[in-house]
């Protein structure tokens, strides 16, 4: 298969590759895509006329590096490595949070004027340490598997016929990591999702936390994977683990879910109070990193929440565009999104379908209710949609996923 060249995020990296001062972190899922974006940048700076000799590129995921756990052998590597290197140089490691004291070697680097770029599966690559050492000199891409437009760039670069209808929703329902779309069945498919689940969980949660409840991990992430855009909190789950003849306390409960989180297998998009601007942090809602957990992991294949799906499909989209999003509170009303970009904002509401007028009704009275000039959208899978008092209706596909219609 010929490879997809990522330029949604090489547009966001591209003006940081010769910074020195920053290091480059590209966070996601396993297989997303991330190790290959590393290669298109390596490419595209050999391309810049930039010396192989002063490129090191380490995958401390692959057999080769299995030795290398410590900070002095991966600068012994690294240093091995740059040995014939002259001017300008550029060091890529992926799976960087495999080596134990990585952080300080990293910024050692920095400060020699080596541009540093890392991956990482799990978030711990911003915490601790890291930031201790690294404020304010690290900048943080979330690298998500294939968007619906990725997807289709995919197809017509491989010579794959393509109906956007058709194939928007074979993507809703089994969604965009790269590698799946070599495998023509769906069962394969399904396996391959569950092979990277069990990696995340033994090399991402198990291997770095001193948990030992592996049946509550496995219950906890069908959870999480059943529940995209639903509003949760550690009493709530205890709560439903409880009825499922699980009694753990909310404490517990959210030790594992923090675990989740940091993995990469969802993220927790938090609650903003609109009227007070300030985060509120006792409740949330997770989205899944793709949309095939939510198929192949929750339990539900035959009960797919589509409305839920279509909601997580935005939240992905956006995110991947490098936008901050968290969900809006003004007094009893909800927005789904309050989407950021600096010092922009836009408010945005998602539903499946708002053919019904009590719907369309329901889903933009609270964002009439924003007295303020930030864009204000609702997104839906309707084919004719019209706008409607200062709301711009956009159709998910046409206009989000494969259009320009969203514009902070």
Known sequence: MVELVRERYLSQIRPLYHDLGMIKVLVGLRRSGKSVLMSQIERELIEQGIGKQNIVRLDLDDRMYRNIATAESLERCIDDAFRFSDGPRYLFVDEVQNVEGFETLLNGYRNEGVSVF???????????????????????????????????????????????????????????????????????QGKY????????????????????????????????????????????VSNYL????LNTKPATV???????????????????????????????????SDMSLH??????????????????IVYNELVSRGYKLMVGKKGPHEIDFVVFSGLRKAYV???????????????????????????KYLITTDSLVMDEMGVTVLNLVDDLLLGEGFRL
């Open 295 to 312: 198929t192949f992991e929750s339990g539900r294949r035959d009960r797919l929440d589509y409305g839920m799906l279509v909601e997580n």
């Open 193 to 236: 999702v569950d092979s990277i689940l069990g990696e995340t969980k033994e090399k991402d949660i198990l291997t770095r936390s001193n948990i030992r409840d592996r049946h509550l991990l496995d219950v906890l992430v069908r959870f999480i994977s059943s529940v995209p855009g639903q509003e949760i909190s550690s009493p709530s």
């Open 118 to 188: 890392i991956t990482g599966s799990n978030s711990y690559l911003l915490s601790g340490e890291l930031i201790t050492k690294l404020t304010g000199r690290y900048i943080e891409f979330r690298i998500l598997p294939f968007s619906y437009r990725e997807v289709q760039e995919y197809r017509r670069l491989n010579g794959i016929e393509t109906d956007d209808r058709k194939d928007f929703n074979e993507y809703l329902i089994y969604g965009g990591f790269p590698k799946r779309f070599e495998y023509s069945d769906h069962q394969t």
């Open 349 to 375: 509401q998602v539903a499946f379908s708002v053919a019904d007028p009590d719907v369309r009704e329901r889903e933009i009275r609270p964002l009439l209710g924003m007295r303020d000039n930030y864009p």
């Open 242 to 245: 409880r009825k499922e003849g």
């Open 254 to 288: 959210q030790k594992y879910l923090d675990l989740i989180f940091s993995s990469n297998i969802s993220s927790k998009c938090q609650r903003f109070d609109v009227i007070g601007k300030k985060a509120l942090k006792t409740l949330y809602k997770s989205y899944l």
